[in-house]
């Protein structure tokens, strides 16, 4: 699959859905929303071209959710001497995960969030905001608290050092 330029219509139909949710552009295929004064709830969505066995060209769209500590943006972008709205220093203090990893049961790339026809961009930005809202949207708010996203921060870095934790003792 090769990635299609951000401001593919569904891409745009994406945004729109869930902004009417509640999220606002922050840039091309990115949304946000405050969940906090401390943390800000992301959400990416990146287009990808297909081909169909039988030949036909497709869009599938990949979301992923993420949360940001602004009080972590800041003192990065202070340390690294960018401006604190910085997307450089923003995304540095970025948890992120894949949206089909929340609801595993519908596999790693959902079909329903593809479409082959122009006509279906509705319904696939319609199921693809009710997915982000559904199961996003709880993720975002459950480490929406320093004690979850610095666990989450951590386990995702292996530990501030970045080497791997040493297996815990049964």
């Known amino acids: 699959m090769t990635v299609v330029e951000p401001d593919e219509p569904v891409v745009a139909l994406c945004m729109a859905e869930l902004a009417a949710r509640g999220m606002?552009?922050?840039?091309?295929?990115?949304?946000?929303?405050?969940?906090?004064?401390r943390f800000t709830g992301w959400v990416a969505l990146t287009?990808?071209?297909?081909?169909?066995?039988a030949g036909r060209p497709g869009v599938l769209v990949a979301p992923r959710v993420g949360i940001r500590d602004e009080e972590v943006s800041r003192l990065v972008a202070?340390?690294?001497?960018f401006s604190p709205g910085d997307p450089a220093a923003q995304g540095h203090s970025l948890v992120m995960k894949d949206l089909s990893s929340l609801i595993p049961?519908?596999?790693?790339m959902p079909p329903e969030?593809?479409?082959?026809?122009?006509?279906?961009?509705?319904?696939?930005?319609?199921?693809?905001?009710?997915?982000v809202v559904g199961a996003g949207f709880p993720y975002l708010e459950s480490k929406a608290t320093?004690?979850?996203?610095?666990?989450?921060?951590?386990?995702?870095?292996?530990?501030?050092s970045g080497r791997r934790r040493p297996p815990s003792p049964t």
Do not use: N
């Open 24 to 37: 606002h552009r922050s840039a091309v295929g990115i949304l946000e929303m405050s969940l906090s004064l």
């Open 47 to 53: 287009a990808k071209a297909f081909t169909t066995p």
């Open 78 to 81: 202070k340390l690294r001497g």
């Open 105 to 108: 049961e519908r596999g790693a």
């Open 113 to 131: 969030w593809g479409t082959q026809d122009d006509a279906a961009w509705d319904d696939v930005a319609r199921r693809i905001a009710d997915d």
């Open 146 to 160: 320093p004690e979850a996203y610095t666990r989450s921060s951590m386990s995702r870095s292996g530990g501030c």
